[in-house]
């Protein structure tokens, strides 16, 4: 994996896209909003009640999530969705939450260990999700998966993380309604970074197996 990331091509075709996908994206990111915020909407004095219904907005959102995921990675892919889309990470959902688990208990330990460890992690595992739904793999495997095609390019992903960061800080602060654009741009960008990095994965190996054998052939 030589060459450096593609970063601003990246944010430059994640931003096209979007705006492509506006009507589609944007209200998806209200939704996801919406329900978000419901627990804190819906007042209630009952604790066992508002324990069902934080629990049905986390559920709600995990499953509307990894469908998010699916529909980012088919649009930066060119493919044509629609809402019915979303449904398509169904079968995915369990692995998800159970990966989702896994990832913020690994990030938390590392975090407990200095920090550095905490982040370093999370940006190696971070596509876990994304190999889930997009090679239908179990929770180890994508774990792996994530942390392969990672490899050498942390540094460079941690910037990135910096400026998905800024950029739903800056949708905050513009009369906060930015964060419905600022959302699915970040979906977007993930999906066409992951995208990016399976390419300079299989790249890299291709390369590596082209040198092997020509190096193989040397003692003939």
Known sequence: MGKELEKLDILRQAWNITKNNFLFLVPLSIILVAIG??????????????????????????????????VSV???????????????????FWRYVAGSALFMVVVMVGLMLLVVPGIFWAVKYQFFSYA?????????????????????????????????????????LVVFVGIFVAMPFVWISMALLYLQLQN?????????????????????
Do not use: H
């Open 74 to 92: 088919d649009i930066a892919r060119g493919k044509s969705v629609e809402w019915s889309g979303l449904l398509s990470g169904n079968k995915y």
């Open 200 to 220: 300079r994965a299989q790249d890299s190996e291709t390369k590596s197996a082209e040198n092997g054998a020509t190096s193989g052939a040397g003692w003939f």
């Open 132 to 172: 889930i739904v997009d090679k239908n793999m179990n929770v180890i495997d994508a774990f792996k998966e994530s942390a392969r095609i990672t490899e050498n390019v942390k540094l460079e992903l941690f910037a990135l993380w910096a400026i998905f960061i800024l950029i739903s800080v800056l949708g905050l």
């Open 37 to 70: 915020w419901a627990p804190e909407v819906i007042k209630t004095q009952s604790a066992s009640l508002r324990f069902i219904i934080e629990g049905a907005s986390l559920a709600l959102q995990m499953a509307i999530g990894v469908g998010v995921i699916c």
